[in-house]
């Protein structure tokens, strides 16, 4: 099993930065090639992908709503994955959660992750 907690998330102003972070932890996470992703879900909409990032941190891919603005970064040694947030717009507000994938590719659909945290929420003020 694999468990996942988000953190950093919060009030912030638009053009603001944040840096979200989810820690992995699980018997066989260190050991396995995880490749993992941010998903937003905001209120009355349907999940949506943020961007993902390779089992070895060596490629990302990410949305086109977030392209520019949001930096995907994972540090194995650590078990964690940040999301650095940066020129925040009222349109980023909504919970924000982290997925893993026990695969060594990336995904942008969310039948492909077998993991989520909990969630954090982001608000961002006009």
């Known amino acids: 099993q694999v468990q996942l907690v988000e953190s950093g998330g919060g009030l912030v102003q638009a053009g603001g930065s944040l840096r979200l972070s989810c820690a992995a932890s699980g018997r066989t996470f260190s050991t396995s090639r995880y490749s993992m992703a941010w998903f937003r879900q905001a209120p009355g909409k349907d999940r949506e992908f943020v961007g993902g990032i390779l089992w070895d941190g060596r490629s990302t891919i990410g949305a086109d709503s977030v392209k520019g603005r949001f930096t995907i970064s994972r540090d194995n040694a650590k078990n964690t994955m940040y999301l650095q947030m940066n020129t925040l717009t009222p349109e980023d507000t909504a919970v924000y959660s982290c997925?893993?994938?026990?695969?060594?590719?990336?995904?942008?659909?969310?039948?492909?992750?077998?993991?989520w945290g909990q969630g954090t929420q982001v608000t961002v003020t006009s």
């Open positions: 997925a893993a994938r026990l695969k060594s590719t990336m995904a942008r659909i969310i039948p492909r992750y077998d993991y």
